[in-house]
């Protein structure tokens, strides 16, 4: 069975309908969703509608969940040189973001799950009990085995860092699947996973970023331009790298 795994979209409708373009090629024979529906984009309500629309089954990511989770905003981003994303995620993207979606579709992304398993293959967002838990690319395998083998799946797939990579452990595989939108590996393409069995391929999908970015600066988004940076990088650029 070959299944696709698209991850971190953040409301970025330009590059999920590329992303959904390629999958009508691929044909997989099931597309889950890692989460991070929304944030980061001009368009949450629509990229809901259209995972809503293909039926794909899925968990939500940190993004989503601070919808009604704000206090986990406060308590992950402690750093003193988080205070001004913790305070513009609190003040303008959350009550934005929610707006913007109406009380329907953010029922449905609480009713989401935080694994999605099927057989030997199991989905999370960043950590198994925590959408904003971060195990990084270069983890050790001994990191990567403490924190996913609670799975018990011989395939792991996860999103959150925006870097894909695949790690084969002696036990099971660790896949991160990218990132749709506001990729951080220095490739500006969507990324998604396809599994066939023990194969596992990174696909990148060019999109029309200009598009996108144009769509996003027309919003009143504090971190408009930071985002269309990384849009058009494929590398993070923090809010405080960019103009007012």
């Keep these: 069975m070959r299944i696709a795994v698209v991850s971190d979209i953040h409301a970025n409708l330009t590059a999920l309908d590329a ?37 794909w089954p899925g968990v939500y990511g940190n993004s989503d969940e601070m919808l009604w989770k704000p206090h986990r905003v406060s308590e992950t981003l402690q750093a003193p040189q988080l205070h001004r994303i913790r305070d ?29 398993s099927d057989g030997d ?4 967002h960043a950590g198994p009990d ?9 983890a050790p395998d001994d990191e990567l085995d403490r924190v996913f083998r609670v799975l018990g799946s011989k395939r792991v797939v996860y999103g959150h860092l925006h870097v894909p990579f695949v790690r084969r452990l002696s036990t099971f595989c660790v896949v991160n699947s990218g990132a749709v939108s506001q990729s951080f590996d220095g490739d500006a393409r969507a990324a998604y996973a396809l599994l066939d069995g023990d194969r596992v391929e990174i696909r990148r999908v060019d999109y ?31 809010v405080s790298a960019t103009p007012s």
């Design 130 to 138: 925590d959408v904003w838990q971060v195990t990084s690319a270069n």
């Design 121 to 124: 293959l199991s989905v999370v």
């Design 208 to 238: 029309d970023i200009e598009e996108e970015v144009r769509l996003l600066l027309r919003t009143d988004d504090p971190f408009a331009r930071s985002t269309a940076e990384t849009l058009r990088t494929g590398r993070y650029v923090p």
């Design 19 to 55: 992303v959904i373009a390629d999958l009508d090629k691929t044909g997989p024979d099931l597309v889950v969703h890692g989460g991070d529906l929304v944030s980061g984009g001009a368009r949450p309500a629509a990229v809901v509608d259209r995972i809503r629309e293909r039926d």
């Design 88 to 116: 513009l995620l609190l003040t303008h993207t959350i009550p934005a973001t929610l707006s913007a979606i109406g009380d329907e579709r953010l029922a449905w992304l609480r009713g989401l799950p935080r694994r999605w």
